[in-house]
């Protein structure tokens, strides 16, 4: 089992940056996937960045030239840099990993964006 600690939201004006961290622990001998998605209020849930063990990227259209997902050294954390945020990236932000055949989400981290 994984288990994932975020850090790293909260309130930021529009144009501003933060930098999301997602520390995994547990049973990470495995990884192959480590990504961040995010629901706002009365909408679905939706994949922002993801990558893969190899190093493969990838974003949503609505992200892409803003954020950029990487991982530690050790390969078990992973982060989300946002820049120039807008208001409509406000939401709840939440860590993915898949470690096998088992997916874990994180608890969860505010981000909002408003002046």
């Known amino acids: 089992q994984v288990q994932l600690v975020e850090s790293g939201g909260g309130l930021v004006q529009p144009g501003g940056s933060l930098r999301l961290s997602c520390a995994a622990s547990?049973?990470?001998?495995?990884?192959?996937?480590m990504g961040w998605y995010r629901q706002a209020p009365g909408k679905e849930r939706e994949l922002v960045a993801g990558?893969?063990?190899?190093?493969?990227?990838n974003y949503a259209d609505s992200v892409k030239g803003r954020f950029t997902i990487s991982r530690g050294n050790a390969k078990n954390t992973v982060y989300l840099q946002m820049n120039s945020l807008k208001p409509e990236d406000t939401a709840v932000y939440y860590c993915?990993?898949?470690?096998?055949?088992?997916?874990?989400w994180g608890q969860g981290t505010q981000v909002t964006v408003s002046s």
């Open positions: 990558i893969l063990s190899g190093g493969t990227t």
């Open positions: 547990g049973s990470i001998f495995s990884i192959g996937f």
């Open positions: 993915r990993v898949v470690s096998g055949p088992r997916g874990s």
